[in-house]
DNA sequence: TCAATGTATCGACGTTTGTCAATATGTATG
DNA sequence: CATACATATTGACAAACGTCGATACATTGA
């Protein structure tokens, strides 16, 4: 909703400040938290850097389905999951479903993993569709 | 182990390649995700945050244990997983055990979700100790 | 409208996770 | 050694997760 700083790895101030300061609200964590698991399984890793992989940088379940191993609906939970974590973006074309890797979101996460502490819009990640 | 390509967001290869090419080999993946997995939990992200952003980037079990609000055994928990995911570094000095950041961890990460799909080096993810 | 096909949802299952109280380990200090 | 204190480990519990078979929904084409 609103734009946050998130330094993981190197404070904004200059210091002297008690542990509290700079903390990162916990809602903020939750958001972020969230699309971090949906990093968190290997099955998911590998689905996002098929669909990255792909000559249009696109995939349907069906391939793959294919390709990890899994029963479909399996897969179809996975990408449920990397939709509403904003890693992925849904588009039905005829029978099948295909998705793309939302680059924004990327953005986001290499921001809030930067040393150096950028500004780390949280906001974006917002567009995934709320789960459960 | 050994220095693997993870094209999460591009291909490396020019195209035409069926959906298997380019696919993370399943070891790596499992390796990656458990470092994802580390930060997929709200209150991990606080105690990162809270050990980079202190004036001397490191920070002891009671100092979290105040900021996060959870029990002392509940923080010890987190921070191993921290420390066993390779984000994490643990010293002990006198009674206190400090932790700081391990910056080569975020870098992996932050390389693993860039859109040019560089070189993933995952055996930097491997100095942390071996968990359960 | 019916059949075929791609995908999503549901219900179940074993496993993993986050949290805590109780207890053990380790480290200084009297 | 004994005591105090910081941290880790253990065991327990409820909640969440990954997977699947069965089934429902949606889209296309005959």
Redesign the interface.
């Known amino acids: 909703m609103t734009t946050h700083t998130?330094?993981?790895?190197?404070?904004?101030l200059p210091?002297?400040?008690p542990?509290?300061?700079?903390?990162?609200d916990?809602a903020s964590?939750?958001v972020?938290?969230?699309v971090?698991?949906?990093?968190?399984?290997?099955?998911?890793?590998?689905l996002?850097?098929?669909i990255?992989?792909?000559?249009d940088?696109q995939?349907c379940v069906c391939?793959?389905t294919?390709?990890v191993g899994l029963k479909q609906p399996t897969v179809s939970h996975h990408m449920k999951q990397l939709v509403g974590a904003g890693l992925v973006v849904r588009e039905q074309r005829g029978k099948w479903a295909y998705y793309r890797?939302r680059?924004e979101t990327?953005e986001v996460?290499?921001d809030a993993?930067?040393?150096s502490?950028g500004e780390a819009d949280i906001s974006a990640l917002h567009e995934g569709k709320s789960m459960r």
């Open positions: 998130l330094p993981i790895a190197a404070p904004v210091c002297c400040e542990v509290v300061h700079g903390e990162i916990a964590a939750t972020l938290a969230q971090f698991r949906a990093l968190g399984d290997p099955t998911r890793l590998r996002l850097s098929l990255a992989t792909q000559p940088a995939a391939d793959l294919a390709a890797v680059e990327l996460l290499r993993l930067r040393p502490a």
